[in-house]
């Protein structure tokens, strides 16, 4: 999609769109010399909408891609054994294991979260 239908897709100000690329949060494509998203840029450009209007500024997600980052790295050695096998069998093997770890990893970050934040919320 273009910078514009992103714009209008998401809600979010070319001014964000623009803070959110200088933070490394989207990936901006080209395609016969123009702008273009994919769907991974649209979900965090809705997502970063709904932070601002929580009140998080632009340059605190860069954490989460930090993070993000981070746990790719590694996620992909726990898998790469499996992608140098080369067969059909092991690339599908290394899928399931791969969205089996970003599974287990979600759960476990939001409970770590919760229980360190409980105290603070009286929970």
């Known amino acids: ?17 623009a803070d959110l690329e200088s933070y490394g949060l989207i990936d901006v ?29 632009p340059r605190h997600l860069r954490m989460y891609k930090v993070a993000a980052e981070r746990e790719a790295g590694f996620v992909e050695q726990l898998v790469m054994p499996l992608l140098k096998q080369r067969n059909p069998a092991s690339r599908e093997q290394a899928i399931e294991r791969t969205d089996e770890l970003l599974a287990m990893g979600a759960d476990l970050h939001a409970t770590l979260l919760r229980r360190r934040l409980g105290p603070v919320l009286g929970t």
């Open 1 to 17: 999609m273009s910078r514009d239908e992103l714009c209008a897709a998401t809600g979010v100000t070319e001014e964000l769109l």
């Open 29 to 57: 494509g080209h395609l016969a010399g123009a702008a273009t998203y994919d769907a991974e840029s649209q979900m965090v450009a809705r997502t970063a909408a709904r932070c601002i209007e929580l009140g998080i500024e």
